[in-house]
């Protein structure tokens, strides 16, 4: 486990950090009721969504992807260690115009301070009138 850790958590100090102890216990009485309940019949799942997927991923979809990909690339991590694991991007499309809201994670340990703290929400591009920074979102136009 520690060199999958490693080699994806690019912030994490596995040997001061992390240990893990496995543990297993009964799952709870109402799940273990729900799934004795259920013997037979259809797939259940806890969970908000099972096995859902849609192809081909449209522009947006790509869009997002592209961006997620490219916050969590190696070589940009790399470039910038400030950038932590925890990327999440979320587009929507009106029309023909695309907002993007990016929540990403920044390493405290890779920033003096406030000025570089904002400073890589500063470098995100963006179309006239988006707004910037900590909490902003940044739109586009795909």
Known sequence: MSPRLRANLHALDVDRHVRIHTVVRPGSAALNALVEGNRGRAVLANDTSFAVGYAPASRLEQIVRAVEQTLTDPSTVAAHPMIGED?????????????LTIACAIVDRHVRGLAEYVEPHERLPSSPGARRGPTARTSTSP
């Open 87 to 99: 990327v999440k991007v979320m587009g929507i499309r009106r029309g023909d115009h695309v907002d």
